[in-house]
């Protein structure tokens, strides 16, 4: 078990694109208390605490859930958030799991958003998150970013022939090459910030340190 925390929303993806996050208020004095607080308690239990300034927590689950994929470990994640929808793998298993006890596995991200897990990122950068500041395509939602990316397998095989898309069976098809082309700067750099960074350094021995001793 671990704990992973957030320090802080100036991480390296405002440093890719200031618009990141932007429009979110800093946490109130208070609440850092309680977050500090929290922390203090939970490694006073003996669990392992870990975040930093660079990355999100988001990043440090997709890291330990490879390390933990390469031991041959499965992973549940404790946390309601899409973006670690792209994590999710069936061996060994990677789930996600709701504060109500709900499981989402890969037919669940499916059944969730569409797509399933590998494709996560490419539907994010095609529709982007105004919760995060990421715009994606103008003018492309999410079942026509499933649509597009289910007919052809992925964002770059998209971009590399749009012409095609005028012939696929999805709504309004004839009009989205033009959409997508207008898009593509922002799709590219939708893709950087919601793909999640699973190579953290965080020691050959995190396993052991997470592990929870009686």
Same mark, same amino acid.
């Given at each position: ?7 802080? &929303? ?21 609440? &850092? =208390?309680?977050?500090?607080? *929290?922390?203090? /308690?939970?490694?006073?239990? !003996?669990?392992?605490? $870990? !975040?930093? #300034? ?15 994929? =390469? ?7 404790? +946390?309601?958030?899409?973006? $670690?929808?792209?994590?999710?793998? =069936? ?20 059944? @969730? ?9 490419? *539907? ?5 998150? #105004?919760?995060? %500041?990421?715009?994606?395509?103008? %003018?492309? !939602?999410?079942? #026509? ?14 971009? +590399? ?5 005028? !012939?696929?069976?999805?709504?309004? +098809? ?6 997508? /082309?207008?898009?593509?700067? /922002? ?7 919601? @793909? ?11 396993? =052991? ?6």
């Amino acid at each position: 078990m671990a704990v992973l925390m957030d320090r802080t &929303i100036d991480t390296f993806r405002r440093e890719i694109d200031p618009r990141y996050k932007a429009h979110r208020p800093a946490a109130p004095p208070d609440l &850092i =208390e309680h977050f500090n607080r *929290f922390e203090e /308690e939970v490694a006073r239990l !003996g669990v392992t605490v $870990l !975040g930093d #300034t660079t990355y999100e927590a988001d990043d440090y689950a997709a890291t330990l859930a490879r390390i933990a994929n =390469e031991a041959g470990l499965p992973t549940r994640i404790l +946390a309601n958030d899409k973006d $670690l929808c792209q994590l999710v793998r =069936e061996n060994p298993p990677v789930i996600l799991e709701d504060h109500k006890g709900k499981r989402t596995d890969r037919a669940g991200v499916i059944e @969730k958003m569409g797509v399933p897990p590998e494709l996560v990122v490419d *539907f994010q950068a095609l529709v982007g998150d #105004t919760s995060d %500041g990421i715009v994606g395509v103008r %003018g492309v !939602g999410q079942k #026509t970013a499933a649509a597009l990316l289910n007919a052809v397998g992925s964002l770059d095989a998209l971009y +590399a022939d749009l012409e095609a898309v005028r !012939g696929l069976k999805i709504r309004g +098809a004839k009009t989205l090459p033009e959409k997508l /082309e207008a898009g593509r700067e /922002e799709a590219m750099l939708a893709r950087r910030l919601a @793909k999640l960074v699973d190579t953290i350094e965080v020691g050959e021995d995190v396993l =052991e340190k997470c592990r929870l001793h009686p």
